[in-house]
């Protein structure tokens, strides 16, 4: 509250929010969705803690919308459905979560980049962390996903219905070559319990497009914030991109202290080489 006002109560009103439904899931007996809201109570205090363990400042604007990203995923997305009932909603979200990631790993190597003596690393390099950092954190969404499907049947991954797609399974020869299925009109699948689903309108696809599709708006959120910081860096000395509400900036006596504190690190790792070094030269001499 003392850093940005505006930021708490936003966090007040959503934390309230999750409180709300929590309590509407409890009486329902949805339990599913007490633990989700239960989740995203614990994931409001990540930013909080981050800052009080990690001794840094989180830019309010930034803090915003992880809180924003945190409600509209969980609360709205799941529990209310709206990756079902708003196309584009899922699409939006990881295209949102590559450019914040994106901007979390760009904040941190340029921290260290701007106040180390061991580190002069130019901006495209710092531009290339930031891009693989998002890109890791979605990839391993991505298994994450994967993983609670093929646990716990959840559907995270979820299905698009196809009318076309190739296959060399499908070939009668088993030569390895594609057969192409076009213009799919109904799908039967027949279970050894005797159930039958059908499909109108195409083949089910079971998750592959939706995980393709997630990589690569994740990428474009990636690619938007990195250019972002490439400018900005390159541009610094100049005028700089207005980029101090989602980059961490830090005033000069916390830069100093910054650069005090790395400097203390390198000094003791050199020393610690040095004895090192020496330990063998003293043992022959003994």
Known sequence: MRLSRRSFILYSILRALVIVVLVRSILSREYENVAL??????LFLMPALAEEQLKIEIPPLFEALIYLFIYAAEILGEINHYYVLIPGW????????????????????????????????????????????????????EFFEFGMDQLFFLDMQKDFIVKSFGSVTLDP????????VSDITKTVISTASGKTYTINNGYLDIGIIDTMKDLFVNFIGAVVFSVIGYLDVTNRSKKPISTELLIRRESPEEAAHIEEKILENEQETEAELRKRIRRPGQRRGR
């Open 37 to 42: 809201c239960i989740l995203s109570l614990l």
């Open 90 to 141: 899922d699409t939006m979200l990881h295209t949102i979560n590559g450019f914040l990631c994106a901007a979390i790993g760009f904040s941190m190597v340029d921290l260290l980049n701007r106040h180390s003596r061991r580190f002069n690393l130019s901006p495209f390099f710092l531009s290339m962390v930031a891009f693989c950092f998002s890109m890791t954190i979605g990839v391993l969404w």
């Open 173 to 180: 020869k088993g030569l390895g070559r594609p057969i192409r």
